[in-house]
């Protein structure tokens, strides 16, 4: 009965370490492509020149499941 305790035991360990590896995804690490590109062209010509890109990334993060 040790023996079937013990094995137990073991398939039960792994179990935490699967759901820590499951974190949701942080907003600010969500579409890091859409948001450098959308952050640089901001910074360089200012947001009402880069609607276009700030839509795309909003549409990215909506897509991973994000309320904007």
Not at 32 to 55: F, H, M, Q, S, W
Request: charge should be neutral.
């Amino acid at each position: 009965m040790s023996a079937l305790s013990a094995a137990s035991v073991e398939s039960a360990a792994p179990a935490p370490e699967s759901t820590e590896q499951k974190k949701p995804l942080k907003p600010c690490c969500a579409c890091p492509e859409t948001k450098k590109v959308r952050d640089a062209c901001i910074i360089e010509k200012g947001e009402v020149n880069c609607t276009e890109l700030i839509e795309a990334h909003k549409d990215c993060m909506r897509a991973l499941g994000f309320k904007i």
